[in-house]
């Protein structure tokens, strides 16, 4: 059934690799708990102990201050065809924005996506697979067209704005601080 690991065995890259929706889990000490659903070819496998994920402009910015505050992360991705399985993947994040000296080395990974918001740098400390035999089967009949293009008539300008009106604390009303580091 499940079992732990201290790395990324190259069996669970190619599993990670073929997935196409992850789930992100953060938490500061007294917030709400934010679980949130992500795709569109934003992550990618460092090595064996780091992952990056490009974080996308939407309706909320939860992750990034939980971070901020508490960089603990679980990444869950679950096997919707092929054999059953359930892969956590635990570790510590942290934030990397626009304007941080890290950005242009790891954006340069990602195919270029409107509305890029943050990159996420994980360190993994522990994987944990479980068996997943209660998960559906489901197919994958492609990317969801809408935020890309919500994203490009907005523009740059638009997406900052958005920022400001929309993104600068979490539903707890802790601060993301995306304005201060990426305006």
Same mark, same amino acid.
């Given at each position: 059934?499940?079992?732990?690991?201290?790395?990324?065995?190259?069996?669970?890259?190619?599993?990670?690799?073929?997935? =196409?929706?992850?789930?992100?889990?953060? !938490?500061?000490?007294?917030?709400?708990?934010?679980?949130?659903?992500?795709?569109?070819?934003?992550?990618?496998?460092?090595?064996?102990?780091?992952?990056i994920?490009?974080?996308?402009? &939407?309706? &909320?910015?939860?992750? !990034? !201050?939980?971070?901020?505050?508490?960089?603990?992360?679980?990444?869950?991705?679950?096997?919707?065809?092929?054999?059953?399985?359930?892969?956590?993947?635990?570790?510590?994040?942290k934030?990397?924005?626009?304007?941080?000296?890290?950005?242009?080395?790891?954006?340069?990974?990602? =195919? +270029?996506i409107?509305?890029?918001?943050?990159?996420?740098?994980?360190?993994?400390?522990?994987?944990?697979?479980?068996?997943?035999?209660?998960? +559906?089967?489901?197919?994958?009949?492609?990317?969801?067209?809408?935020?890309?293009?919500?994203?490009?008539?907005? &523009?740059?300008?638009?997406?900052?704005?958005?920022?400001?009106?929309?993104?600068?604390?979490?539903?707890?009303?802790?601060?993301?601080n995306?304005?201060?580091?990426?305006?």
């Amino acid at each position: 059934m499940g079992k732990k690991y201290s790395e990324i065995p190259g069996k669970l890259i190619e599993f990670i690799k073929a997935q =196409k929706i992850f789930f992100i889990g953060t !938490a500061t000490a007294d917030s709400r708990v934010s679980v949130s659903p992500k795709g569109m070819d934003s992550l990618k496998v460092i090595d064996k102990n780091r992952i990056i994920w490009l974080n996308l402009t &939407g309706s &909320g910015n939860e992750t !990034a !201050a939980h971070i901020q505050e508490n960089p603990r992360m679980t990444i869950m991705f679950c096997a919707f065809e092929g054999n059953p399985m359930i892969l956590r993947l635990y570790g510590t994040a942290k934030v990397i924005h626009q304007n941080d000296s890290e950005w242009e080395d790891l954006f340069k990974l990602f =195919k +270029p996506i409107p509305g890029a918001r943050q990159i996420f740098d994980i360190s993994i400390d522990l994987l944990q697979t479980s068996c997943g035999m209660g998960i +559906p089967y489901y197919d994958y009949v492609g990317e969801r067209e809408q935020l890309d293009k919500w994203a490009e008539k907005k &523009g740059e300008d638009g997406i900052k704005q958005y920022w400001i009106d929309k993104n600068q604390e979490t539903i707890d009303g802790i601060p993301t601080n995306i304005v201060s580091k990426n305006i």
